[in-house]
Nanobody
C-alpha cells in the first residue's frame, strides 16, 4: 500500500513556473513507476509525465515537452514536476500516481495508487 500526497499547486501568471511535489509513504517507493496526470473541468484525466523506477527514463506528453520536467528522489520518497512557461491551458488539478506495471505508463488504468490532487491555475 502506498499513500501519495501532492503539494506545490497554486495560482500563477502565464509564463511563470511552479514545482509540484508528491511524497509517498512506505519503503517501496523505488519499485514504482511514478506519473503525473491532470484533469481540467469537464475533461478526461490526461497523462502529463512519467518516470522509471531508477529515474533514468522519463516520458512526457507532447503538450508539455520542453516546458515540464519530471524527476524523483528515491531517498526522499518524492517525485517532482517542474513546470515552466505555464499557459492558461495548463490549468487543472494535478495528480501523482504510482504504477506496478512495466508498460503503458501513459494510461491512467495502469496506475495502482493516486494522490488527492493539487490545483494549478494559470491566469492570462
Amino acid at each position: 500500500q502506498v499513500q501519495l500526497t501532492e503539494s506545490g499547486g497554486g495560482l500563477v501568471q502565464a509564463g511563470g513556473s511552479l514545482r509540484l511535489s508528491c511524497s509517498a509513504s512506505g519503503r517501496t517507493f523505488s519499485t514504482y513507476i511514478m506519473g503525473w496526470f491532470r484533469q481540467a473541468p469537464g475533461k478526461e484525466r490526461e497523462f502529463v509525465a512519467a518516470i522509471s523506477r531508477s529515474g533514468e527514463n522519463t516520458y512526457a506528453a507532447d503538450s508539455v515537452k520542453g516546458r515540464f520536467t519530471i524527476s524523483r528522489d528515491n531517498a526522499k520518497n518524492t517525485v517532482y514536476l517542474q513546470m515552466n512557461s505555464l499557459k492558461p491551458e495548463d490549468t487543472a488539478v494535478y495528480y501523482c500516481a504510482a504504477s506496478n506495471s512495466r508498460v503503458g505508463v501513459r494510461f491512467p488504468g495502469r496506475y495502482d495508487y493516486w494522490g488527492q490532487g493539487t490545483q494549478v491555475t494559470v491566469s492570462s
